[in-house]
């Protein structure tokens, strides 16, 4: 099939929504549930707290598990206190927006020294 050109357009629009079903399904195809239980389990030792998946009857089945048990940053924010102690002053308990919780850990890890390329953009 010889080259098309750029798309534009309802084409451009298909050619993307193929392309993000792909890489999604690329992204449950790495996604390694005994890495992430060894990871949680992990976390749970190092902080002290228990980290329970959305429906606790059904364990962590996938990513989406185990990003929803992370997501509010409490147990992310303990690990960096463990980490570097006094490095988080205040962790924020109430339910707040994702995208805050990933600046403010990313301001954090910023200040650990972790490389640029490495942290969340915003």
Known sequence: MAFQGPTYGLSRECQLKASCRFNRLNAQAKFDIELAMQAINWLQSVTQIKIEPPFP?????DQKDF???LKDGIAL???????SPGVITKINTAKSPFKEVI???SRNLADLRVEKQKLFSH
């Open 77 to 83: 924010c303990q690990l960096m206190n463990k980490l």
């Open 67 to 69: 990003g929803e048990a």
């Open 57 to 61: 009857e059904k364990g962590f089945q």
């Open 103 to 105: 600046i403010e850990a």
